[in-house]
């Protein structure tokens, strides 16, 4: 059997001075990052008020409250549940629908292959920024001041919040687009229109769909929460019977909500397979 | 100019034509069906929301107006002429936000925990049992659906008005959805590793710890930053239903109409969604090079 050359440390050291003698910084990065994130994590914990016997009281009541809430039992008001959840929905369907109709031109103009300046590009995704950085639970309170109390609110709050999410969305779809196509339109003549119409939707409407059908299973989540403000929806009733205690109401409400997100997720997934093939969906 | 294009035999071309067409016309009758049945859709929705046009154009000037009425101050000017009277709770409402972010800190850092404690038990190569894998998946499921404020309501009522229902809902809630991130990068690993680890004897805790660990942790840290954004976010409501941070101090200034707070409060919340968005952008750019930033 050979053996190997016996290593010479020093030859080593001189060729790969990066693995032997890293500097300083380099070493003390690490733990200095996690006596920092700790040291953050225990003043959070301190500054919030955690004490071990609030921990525990709560505890204590959230088991009884877990008891309470068994069997789930809607009581008589299970065709006024049914309704509310019927109201969620549709405010989810409607709310993205908008939200896409009102964003697929705009993101033409937030997109690098189609708005060539920057100084035209900056200003409206700054504006998509904006809009998406704002809750919908909060585009639900301002809406609620305009068109009152109710589903309609809800819906106007998830059209408002998702545009600036499909803005940005739909304008990376559409800078991932493959240029090819649009110069073979522009080569047989086509104007501006006619190579985003037979250039550019062709390749990216599949991706948009993908992503609407996705944001109309996440909307069904948001919108069981907006009803929380007065925005319509099965959020309304849960809100009010935990605030009156009625705890396997509130739990008949929760598992209705669940099965309603799981039985969406399952169309979305079918349809969206059937939208875009085998792919997988990013 | 002479061409190179062979024409086909006319019966030939009508043959073709014929096919053609049929095979767009399938195509067409599937598109407009499916179009008209998302119609239909979309207007029982349109029902079912109580969807009222009238009011919708008859107020609509009252949405513009609104953002007319929170960037004016009480005595008329434009908010942006006196910095002063505009930001006028400025210490008090830097101290929310303080809180607000705190909040989310604390509640990504619990999360994280429980994530990286349960998320091996959910991936598919890595579960010891799969009666476990299938708990695991389920509890995780719940931690994810229920919305983080339906917890903070609930919490609220158990721990009392304050920020410890805000961290404990975000934490559930951050649980559940970084468990499910957590153990898909856990089932694209390469197991050869494991093999390798196993191949010595080791149990299963150290194929965990020297196998599989050191090719997940990059992808980790990145989704509890993308979390912690996203949480920044969901801690500003968390004060409409009593559970900390600056959300109780802007539904106030909603419901009582002072405007110009609101649209104080509200540029300061965006603001700093936007530097956190930054931050963890540049913090994750260091992490792992600039390719990861997706």
Known sequence: ?????????????????????????????????????????????????????????????????????????????????????????????????????????????????????????????????????????????????????????????IAVSDFGAFGKLFSEAIEAADQKQVEGIRASGGNALHEIRFGLMPQVLPVIAGQVLYFIESNTRSATIIGIVGAGGIGLQLAEQIRVLEWQKVSFLILMILVAVAAIDWISGKLRFAIIGQRAVT | ???????????????????????????????????????????????????????????????????????????????????????????????????????????????????????????????????????????????????????????????????????????????????????????NVDMKPVEGVRSTGASWLSCMRFAVLPQVIAGYASYALLRFEINVREASVMGFVGAGGIGQELIVAIRKFYYSDVSAILVMIVVTVFCIDIGTGWIRGRMFGKETRT
């Open chain 1, 1 to 157: 059997m050979s053996r190997l050359p016996a290593p010479d440390q020093l030859e080593l050291r001189a060729r790969y001075p990066h693995v032997f003698d890293r500097p300083v910084s380099a070493r003390l990065a690490t733990p200095v990052m996690i006596v920092l994130a700790f040291g953050i994590f225990s003043f959070g914990l301190v500054d919030l008020d955690f004490s071990p016997t609030r921990l525990l009281s709560g505890l204590d009541q959230l088991g009884w409250i877990t008891l309470m809430m068994l069997p789930p039992d809607p009581g008589s008001s299970l065709p006024l549940y049914l309704k509310a959840l019927g109201e969620t929905l549709s405010i989810a369907l409607l709310g993205t629908t908008l939200a896409a109709v009102f964003a697929l031109p705009i993101s033409l103009l937030a997109a690098r292959n189609i708005v060539r300046s920057n100084f035209l590009r900056f200003p409206v995704r700054r504006v998509l920024d904006s809009i998406r950085g704002v809750d919908t639970l909060i585009w639900a309170l301002v809406w609620i001041n305009v068109v009152g109390l109710g589903p309609f609110a809800g819906v106007l709050a």
């Open chain 2, 1 to 187: 100019m002479t061409s190179a294009v062979s024409v086909l035999q006319s019966q030939q071309l009508a043959a073709l034509n014929a096919t053609y067409r049929k095979a767009v016309a399938r195509k067409r009758l599937r598109f407009t069906l499916s179009a008209a049945v998302f119609f239909a859709a979309l207007v029982i929705a349109g029902i079912g929301a109580e969807v009222n046009l009238r009011t919708f154009f008859t107020r609509f000037y009252s949405f513009v107006s609104y953002f007319d009425r929170i960037l004016s101050l009480e005595n008329g000017a434009r908010v942006w002429t006196d910095f002063a009277e505009w930001f006028w709770g400025l210490r008090k409402w830097l101290r929310l936000l303080g809180e607000t972010i705190l909040i989310s800190y604390v509640g990504t850092a619990i999360g994280v925990v429980f994530a990286f404690a349960t998320n091996f038990f959910a991936a598919e190569n890595t579960s010891p049992a799969s009666w476990l894998r299938f708990v695991v998946r389920r509890l995780l499921e719940f931690a994810r659906t229920v919305p983080g404020i339906v917890f903070a309501l609930i919490f609220v009522i158990a721990f009392g008005l304050g920020p410890m229902a805000g961290v404990l809902a975000i934490a559930i809630h951050s649980t559940g959805a970084l468990g499910k991130q957590f153990s898909e990068i856990v089932e």
